[in-house]
């Protein structure tokens, strides 16, 4: 009789043990378009920090060895404390933080792809972008996949770039580079991946916008095979993710306003939920409530080489102007009205144009310092002027209202000129009346523009840009903002150059 119980007693245990180790939690915590937000005093201090989150990372994988920290790019580039060295400065302190792997996005190529190679080269993870190869070769640049082995669960992640990274950073950037179908590679990376692993993860740079050909959720939909897509790019706080067929898609927005937590489920081998959520500063500092105390030490010793250059006041401005995300690339605003004067008082020539993607924070009102004109502009572009028929300027005003009310980078505020559209119109027949320096345009006439050389490369798109015969160069379009605001000041830049006819509904997303 004791035998039989204890027999049985065993074979429970071995039953429950077997439950216990077949049940598991697969935790991916998840960044995005960063943009070298690293401390906590970032972005009006709304960014968690790069120290925080670590620690929260770190405790987690303590108790949880089934934990990754993926990040899908945009993440080398941004502010002026790690824009200053070329993106030295952020190696350290990401190695330190233990991001598992990461992609590229569009403006981690702002220092161009050879930099951008050499910064990959320092990082003690792997950075993954299957569809980035050398300029007429099939040879990626950087990894494409990486298996990760964990508690006996095989997870494959892979990297995707967006294609629009060829004109979302500046051309000149990216010449020795191609962007391949990301559709097509992601097809094969689950063809190599899903016999061999029990997760594919898409580790993607693509984002949601409405004026993206590549989406993440066209990546669902023209596949099969994909658990989760880490997504990027379109600063979209996805709050319980996006779930197409079989696959969930998070994105956390940007600037480190959140942290992003997938929680898989597992059954054995199989996935038998998912979850997304955001955890907001407090959430995270309840993981652990002390930051990472090599990440500030690494973040305080790169601070300490560009403080002293970044403080220096430059400039002075009359009022507080909005670069707000949402406005500047669906509206005029004065800032960016500001901004294009600038440009064409530097130059002097009939037009100038800013795209709303150019400008990425606020003017503080009172003392300028070269911190705050470099988080405003921060790419290190350079103006150039050139001649432009007004066929082309027609043209190019078409492309910059061609996607509203979708959030768009290259919606352009004008100088020298104002215009009208109609939203409600087909894209690229929605501009109407056009004046140049208080006349109606003339589409035979031959006038002068200054622009950024991102512009004028093509970037955003804008391929009536490109090769247009250049009559100018000049130095970088911050400094020429300094000395607008220093030589000039803050006169006439209120909005009313640009006239919207119809308004249109904005989508929920927006």
Known sequence: MFKKFFGA???????????????????????????????????????IGLAQISAAVKTTKKNNPLTLWLDAGDTIHG??????????????????????AMTTGNHDYNYGSKQLEKLAKGLKFPVLAAN???????????KAYKIFKLNGIKIGVFGLATPETAYKTNPANVTAVDFLNPVDKAKEMIKILRPKCDVVIALAH?????????????????????????????????????????????????????????TLELDGNKIVSKKAELLDADAVKNISSTPDAKVLELIAANNKVSEKI?????????????????????????????????????????????????VRTDLPEGDVTRRDVLAILPFGNFLEAAEISGAKIREMLEHSVEFYPASFGGFLNVSGMTFSYDPSKPPKHRVEEIFVNGEPLDENKIYTITMNDFLAAGGDDFTMLANLKIIGQFGNYDDAFTNYLNKVGMKNYEVGRITRLVDVPIPDAQ
């Open 132 to 142: 980035v190869v050398r300029k007429g070769t099939d040879k990626n640049i950087f």
């Open 9 to 47: 007693l065993i074979v429970s245990l071995m039953i429950f043990g077997s439950t216990i180790c077949a049940a598991a939690e697969l935790v991916i915590f998840h960044t995005n378009d960063t943009h070298a937000r690293i401390q906590s005093t970032d972005d009006d201090g709304k960014s």
């Open 206 to 262: 693509l984002g949601v916008d409405a004026s993206s050909e590549f989406t993440s959720e066209r990546l669902a939909r023209e596949t099969d095979g994909i658990d989760l897509i880490v997504d990027g790019h379109s600063h979209t706080a996805l709050y319980d993710g996006i779930r197409i067929k079989d696959t969930l898609i998070v994105q956390m927005g940007c600037y480190e306003h959140f942290l992003g937590r997938a």
């Open 310 to 358: 970044l403080d220096e006041v430059i400039a002075h401005s009359d009022k507080h102007l909005s670069g707000e995300r949402l406005l500047v690339r669906r509206n005029e605003s004065e800032l960016g009205n500001l901004i294009a004067d600038s440009f064409r008082w530097t130059a002097k020539t009939d037009i100038a144009v800013c795209g709303g993607g150019d």
């Open 79 to 100: 502010l002026p404390a790690i824009n200053i060295t070329n993106g030295k400065g952020i190696v350290p302190i990401l190695n330190a933080a233990g991001i598992d």
